[in-house]
């Protein structure tokens, strides 16, 4: 179902001389992991060693491990490349998705309504079926916009879990988005970050539907209140995530400036994995903003007592930002740094 480009790895493998690789795959992949090390290990003699911690998007490399381990270069499925210049080196698979999106294309197009101009985009897994998808949407007497590469994304029309740079672009041309690819986390981040109603087509299920500004509400009171929560509070808790391409630092010392001027007390906590067993036992703290992914945030800790913000709703906490600006600049693509 997804080209895993062996020959292209074994390729560069050889061509740089690699003698340890390490693999890294998202949980969706990973069930595929033992045959593509049998395929690679038929076409050229290196070690592969596959990292088992939770991976969850290119901001995530295990860049120590592979020092740790003496790897010579990590190869990385499943998305566009974000980080370049890395220790190890760091090949990119974005293993795209081989599957027709043509009938569950056709499918949600009655879920369009009236709309004349529709946005296109969709996950790195599908944007080779974006040019099909557009020609159905004329052939429907729709315009298309898709917009350009940006931000942290690689491709036009592509999407991250926290950068819709490239949909926003055109957001004011467009009646309505159609999102292809699997599940609701990014269209609901899309509907978010432009403020229109995405209809959603799932080329794993064949299933479509549509979020709207019932969806949106929803999301807005829940963070809303957990704001109102947040500035009942004294003692803070700032996570500046340790991941590769998590790390704000200077975001988290302007962050941390800031509350101290209000005369709030500060603990900065760096972690890797922001959950509910790591942030548990902070019992003094009575709120945590994280600036490591703004997704863990927004969809929430289950169980967490205190409340969870990200670095954008501490700025509305703060009176520093508006309400009605936080998801453009939590999603806009703006590696923020608030100097
Ligand atoms: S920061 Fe979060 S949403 Fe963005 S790429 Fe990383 S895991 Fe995905």
Redesign the pocket.
């Known amino acids: 179902m997804y080209d895993f480009e062996v020959d292209r790895v074994a390729e560069e493998i050889l061509r740089r001389g690699v003698k340890r690789v390490l693999l890294q795959f998202p949980e969706g992949l990973r069930g595929r992991a033992l045959s593509i090390v049998k395929r690679l290990s038929e076409r050229v003699d290196a070690e592969f060693l596959v990292s088992g911690d939770p991976c969850?998007?290119?901001?995530?490399l295990p860049l120590w491990q592979g020092r740790s381990l003496g790897v010579d270069l990590i190869v990385h499925y499943g998305?566009s490349p974000?980080m370049e210049e890395t220790n190890p080196p760091v090949l990119y698979v974005e293993a795209r998705a081989e599957m027709d999106v043509e009938e569950v294309v056709r499918r949600a197009v009655p879920l369009l309504g009236g709309a004349k101009v529709v946005g296109l985009a969709s996950t790195v897994q599908h944007l080779s079926q974006l040019r099909r998808a557009e020609r159905i949407l004329s052939e429907e007497g729709k315009e298309v916009r898709v917009g350009g590469r940006s931000g942290?994304v690689t491709y036009p029309g592509q999407v991250?879990?926290?950068?819709y740079s490239s949909p926003l672009s055109v957001a004011g041309e467009v009646e309505v988005f159609l999102f292809i690819g699997g599940g609701s986390f990014h269209p609901l981040g899309l509907s978010l970050a432009t403020e229109k109603d995405v209809v959603t087509a799932d080329p794993y299920t064949g299933k479509v539907g549509r979020i709207g500004e019932k969806d949106r509400m929803r999301v807005a009171k829940r963070r809303w209140a957990t704001i109102s929560a947040a500035r009942q509070a004294e003692r803070f808790g700032i996570i500046m995530g340790l991941?590769a391409?998590?790390r704000r630092p200077t975001a988290v010392r302007a962050l941390k400036g800031k509350l101290e001027e209000e005369g709030k007390e500060v603990l900065l906590l760096c972690m890797e994995e922001v959950n509910f067993e790591n942030l548990a036992n902070f019992t003094e703290i009575e709120a945590f903003i994280e600036t490591?992914?703004?997704?863990?945030a927004i969809d929430g800790i289950e169980g967490l007592r205190q409340p969870l913000l990200t670095g954008e709703e501490a700025l509305v906490m703060l009176g520093e930002l508006d309400w009605g600006e936080v998801w453009r600049a939590t999603f806009g693509g703006i590696r923020w740094t608030w100097e």
Not at 160 to 163: E, P
Not at 292 to 296: S, V
């Open positions: 969850y998007g290119a901001c995530d998305h974000m942290r991250l879990g926290c950068d991941k391409g998590q490591a992914c703004p997704r863990i």
